[in-house]
C-alpha cells in the first residue's frame, strides 16, 4: 500500500482543525492514515489485535497531542511518529520477544507442491526481513510501504537523512544477500 499524499498546506489545516477539537478532522485522518499506521504496527507487532490498538492509541494520542504539531514536517511524518512511539512502548511492554506463527490460507487454485513452494519462499523472505535490525527493517516499511520521503523517515526515526540513506543501503544489501542465499539452497 502507497502512503498518502497529503498536500503539506492541506496537512497544517487538518491539524488546526484537530487543535480546535474538529471532530471530523480526527475523522478525516483516521480515514486516511488508519491503514497505513496499521501495517505499520503489524510489521513490528505481528499481530492483529495488538496493531488495531495501535491504532487506536495512536489517534487517541494524536487527538490528544492536537496542539503540538508545529508544522516543520510533514503532517504523515507526525503521525508515524506518534505511531512508532506507540509500537515501541507495546513492545517494551511485552517484554522478551515470543516467537508467534503467522498462518495464512493457502490459496485453493495452487497445486500442493506450489503451495509448499510459495510457503517456503515467503517463510524465506520474512526470515531475511527479521534478519534486519529493527531500525533498518522500520526504515523499509516507512519508505517503500508507507512512501514516506528520506527526510520524514529522518524525523520519525529521529536521526540525520545521510543515516536513512546507509541504513536503507545496508537493508538492501543484506536483503539482497539473503535472498540470493536462499535461491542457492533451492538449487
Sequence with gaps: MAGVKLDPAEGRRLAARLAARDESALRELHRLYARGVYA???????????????????????????GRFRGESQLSTWIFGIARNVVLNML????????????????????????????????????CLEGLTDVHRECLVLVFYE???????ATVQGCP???????????????????????ERES
Excluded at 51 to 60: C, G, I, K
Excluded at 147 to 153: C, I, R, W, Y
Excluded at 161 to 183: D, M, P, S, W, Y
Aim: with cysteine; proline share 2%.
Design 147 to 153: 512512501g514516506l520521503s528520506l527526510a520524514e523517515v
Design 40 to 66: 505499520f504496527a503489524r510489521q513490528r507487532l505481528r499481530d492483529d489485535a495488538q496493531s488495531e490498538e495501535a491504532v487506536a492509541e495512536t489517534f487517541f494520542q494524536l487527538w490528544r497531542h492536537a
Design 92 to 127: 517494551r511492554a511485552r517484554g522478551p520477544e515470543t516467537d508467534d506463527l503467522d498462518e495464512d490460507m493457502p490459496d485453493e487454485d495452487l497445486g500442493v507442491f506450489d503451495r509448499v513452494a510459495q510457503a517456503e519462499l515467503r517463510a524465506g523472505i520474512l526470515r
Design 161 to 183: 537523512e545521510n543515516t536513512v540513506k546507509t541504513r536503507l543501503f545496508h537493508a538492501r544489501r543484506n536483503i539482497k544477500g539473503c535472498v540470493a542465499r536462499l535461491r
